[in-house]
């Protein structure tokens, strides 16, 4: 009732708050009304809630209901003042009473809940049946009026209970008010000014000493007084002070869309000895970082599913498998080459090169794999070209790490040994992971402490067992044979949640602990870090789109590919740091200096590579016009098969086809079943029809069946003029903003209506917000997925309900012949000849 108050003069309300700028008050009015209607969404619920289950204990009967006898005496104000309706028998006649439509309601996603209005019940009379809740009637401004607040829910936000959305409002709106965020810009500015220079002043006391007796400065004070003295032990300092400086560095690093990675490294190279030197490389804070590698290594395994390698295709399972040898042998060569030549060398060590060949040949697991689920690439042909080359390039990793204790003396009978060691350990996880600790975990699933130390448990098992001097394995290896085997299996997600708090704290520390380690930067160590990005990116170009090429996969796919896989990766940064003098392992292959131009080009390329994801295929565009232009400057016979044949043989098709007037900017699921309709009921409308795609692929099917085609980029004006310069009378975009990369329906009909003004323009859209703003830019039509899937829905219901009387054989026959009918419209020309396209969207 409280919120009906609210909500129903909503004009009124609007109107107050909404006051022009400069009106003084409009703001705090504003933040007022949002802050109250999520408070009283919020008390709605609970007595909803509590007027439910009131409702149904008096419907009981028998069943006692003092436990609620408080709360009702609480809400008796609230109760007294609405008179019981009754039951609604027509939602239509409560709508004219009102004034409004069925366009004007927000029909709410959660189940029907019962009226907060209570009907007085006397004990012995029957109880009246629960009402079903007003619908809520959410108030839609005039154009006039200016878009609606934020915290009013639109038909374009996501149907949430109310309970959800009034909830997260109040928090915010009370978080709002206590924090910064409630003050003015100015006060804003004060507060964070003053808020970093608190950090940096802790710092620099510390580096400083400042404060600190002589006897003091320099360690870190006696332990057994560390309370009272306000000392404490060095390991715990450093550790408190590289968190310190992480976090701080890695929320710039985050606002700037960079990997946190590299905001760990920077920020242990700010509290290093090249900075402010307060952390150093060594005592007991160097068995920290190792045992963040641990971690590292294990979380790269969790991840390694070999159950997944019988789902990749032809183009992932050769281009993964060869990928990586190619790569070492070219970046072998080129190196080499350049130390024969220029006498460059990127670190002391016979091992140099053979290190930086593997460095250069593996791609970052951790933030390819992040990136491409956040913008839901994974299941596209690029995505899983890229996810299949990380999986096999893990397996090479595993197939490293067994031989580089080896390396000094590569005898085939050691390496040998190494390898049926390597099996027998990898078989003994797989057994246990199968056979026992499926039982365990069952049994200790009620305990979330339990959990999490036999995660532990099974992590430093398999790392002992590895260890074992009838074994010799690294613990490195033993922690990716640990994650690796739990990955085969369906619990593995539950034990991996379990250990991710701890695991993400060492591998934090793990990366910091490089940043402190690293010495300062020389001109000669950036130089030459440049150098080896140089070559990693030009022999990932030169491999990974020849690769997919050449076992049938098309260029674009090979070019996102590479874009995706343009890093270094976390498990040659292991490789390296084992095998660097004074490093976690016992091996003296590399110095510290060729360490340091690996950290650096690492940090260089996670920067780029994660930038080059997030616009790949705006990237991919351009390298493929580029492709498209140098080919046919230089008249390859790609080219022209990708174009359909040299100039006069092209105009003499056209002219066949008659040039399509409707044109269609992509190709996807929507065009190809729209198509296939054409061919079906309207096959006479096939030759009008032009498709402008940047997918070389799509030429041969669709000309086949009579249909225009370009190869271009529909996202550029002057691809739209060279590829259909004839006039046009429909414009086409089938691919919703959810699909898109780097463009939007938006955006092509700006492209189009420069191109074609006259034409009409038909766009896709996932909701009515993004409708409303195609039709205010001149769209003609706007189809939306979901209301055309609500239609038909509605159809098929209606039917059903008007034919739902009786009972018996013939309600079944009846049934049985509606759905069958609506089957015969929804069936795909798929299986019939001349049907459906099977084209490689």
């Given amino acids: 009732k409280r919120l009906s108050t609210l909500g129903v003069p909503c004009r009124f309300w609007w109107h107050w708050a909404m006051a022009p700028p400069g009106r003084p008050g409009s703001k705090r009015r504003l933040s007022w009304l ?119 829910r639109m038909e374009s936000d996501p149907f949430l209970p109310v309970h959800q959305t009034s909830r997260s409002h109040y928090l915010y709106s009370l978080m709002q008010r206590g924090s910064a965020l409630g003050g003015t810009r100015p006060a804003q500015v004060l507060i964070y000014i003053i808020a970093f220079a608190g950090l940096v002043f802790v710092l620099v006391a510390h580096a400083t000493h400042l404060g600190a007796h002589e006897t003091e400065a320099g360690h870190g004070g006696d332990d057994g007084h560390r309370r009272l003295g306000g000392a404490a032990p060095p390991l715990l300092k450093n550790i408190a002070l590289a968190l310190v400086s992480a976090g701080a560095v890695s929320f710039v690093v985050n606002a700037l869309q960079w990997p946190l990675c590299i905001g760990y490294i920077l920020g242990g190279v700010l509290v290093g000895p090249n900075v402010l030197k307060l952390v150093f490389w060594e005592g007991d804070i160097r068995y920290v970082f190792e045992l963040g590698l641990v971690f590292l290594l294990f979380m790269i395994g969790c991840g390694l599913d070999f159950r997944k390698l019988w789902g990749l295709d032809r183009v992932s399972l050769a281009a993964g498998f060869a990928q990586f040898p190619l790569c070492v042998c070219s970046t072998f060569v080129i190196f080499s080459l350049l130390q024969v030549a220029f006498g460059l060398e990127l670190g002391k060590g016979e091992y140099a090169i053979t290190y930086a060949s593997l460095a250069c040949s593996l791609s970052s697991t951790l933030i390819v794999g992040k990136l491409l689920g956040q913008f839901g690439e994974k299941d596209t042909p690029a995505g899983k070209v890229t ?57 200790a699933s009620k305990s979330v402490e339990l959990m999490l130390v036999l995660a532990l448990a099974w992590l430093f098992f398999v790392i002992s067992a590895s260890i074992l001097p009838l074994v010799e394995l690294s613990m490195e290896l033993g922690a990716l044979i640990g994650g690796a085997a739990l990955a085969t299996f369906p619990y593995s997600v539950d034990l991996n949640s379990k250990v991710h708090y701890v695991r993400d704290f060492f591998i934090t520390i793990f990366f910091i602990g490089m940043g402190v380690d690293v010495p300062a930067p020389t001109w000669s160590v950036i130089l030459k870090a440049l150098l080896v990005c140089v070559v990693v990116l030009f022999v990932r170009w030169v491999s990974i789109p020849v690769l997919v090429t050449a076992v049938g996969g098309e260029v674009r796919v090979g070019v996102l590919a590479t874009l995706n896989l343009s890093q270094i ?7 390296c740091i084992m095998g660097t003098r004074g490093g976690f392992g016992p091996l003296n292959h590399i110095d510290q200096e060729f360490m340091t131009v690996i950290i650096w080009a690492f940090s260089i390329l996670a920067i780029s590579g994660s930038y080059c994801i997030s616009y790949n295929y705006k990237v991919m565009r351009g390298v493929m016009s580029a492709w498209r232009r140098c080919a046919v400057w230089l008249h390859l016979k790609q080219a022209k098969d990708a174009e359909g044949g040299d100039e006069d043989e092209d105009q003499d098709y056209h002219h066949q086809v008659q040039q399509g007037d409707i044109v269609i900017l992509g190709f996807h699921r929507i065009t190809a079943l729209l198509i296939a309709e054409f061919m079906m009921k309207s096959p006479k409308v096939i030759q009008r029809l032009h498709v402008i795609d940047i997918n070389p692929g799509l030429a041969d099917g669709l000309r086949e069946k009579g249909i225009g085609f370009t190869f271009g980029d529909f996202a550029s004006a002057k691809e739209l003029k060279r590829c259909h310069p004839d006039k046009a009378t429909i414009i086409m975009s089938t691919i919703p903003d959810s699909l898109l990369k780097g463009v939007s329906n938006l955006k092509l009909l700006h492209v189009a209506k420069k191109v074609w003004p006259d034409a009409h323009f038909i766009a896709t859209a996932d909701n009515p917000a993004q409708a409303q703003k195609l039709y205010d830019a001149g769209a003609d039509y706007v189809v939306r997925m979901a209301k055309l899937c609500a239609m038909r829905l509605h159809e098929l219901l209606v039917e059903h309900c008007s034919k739902a009387f009786g009972g018996g054989d013939l309600k079944e026959e009846l049934d049985k012949e509606l759905f069958n009918r609506f089957k015969v419209k929804d069936k795909d020309a798929r299986s019939q000849e001349g049907g459906f396209l099977a084209l490689r969207m």
């Fill in 34 to 152: 949002e802050a109250e209607y999520a408070r009283l969404g919020y008390e709605c619920e609970y007595l909803e809630s509590l007027n439910a289950i009131l409702n149904r204990k008096l419907q009981g009967g028998d069943e006692e209901v003092d436990s609620v006898d408080d709360n009702a005496e609480s809400d008796k104000d609230d109760d007294d003042e609405t008179d019981w309706e009754g039951p609604s028998t027509n939602v239509a006649e409560e709508l004219d009473g009102q004034g409004l439509t069925l366009d004007d309601i927000h029909l709410e996603a959660s189940a029907p809940r019962t009226s907060v209005q209570s009907p007085a019940v006397t004990p012995g009379a029957p109880t009246p049946p629960l009402q079903r809740r007003k619908t809520r009637v959410e108030y839609r401004p005039d154009e006039t009026e200016g878009p609606a607040p934020e915290h009013m």
């Fill in 387 to 443: 996810t299949g080359v990380l999986l096999i390039q893990d397996l090479w990793a595993i197939v490293v790490l067994a031989c580089q204790p080896n390396m000094d003396f590569l005898h085939p009978r050691k390496m040998l040994v190494s390898f049926f060691c390597l099996a027998i350990i990898l078989f003994v996880a797989l057994a246990y992971a199968k056979l026992v600790m499926p039982p365990v975990l069952f049994s």
């Fill in 569 to 575: 990766s976390e498990l040659a940064l292991a490789i």
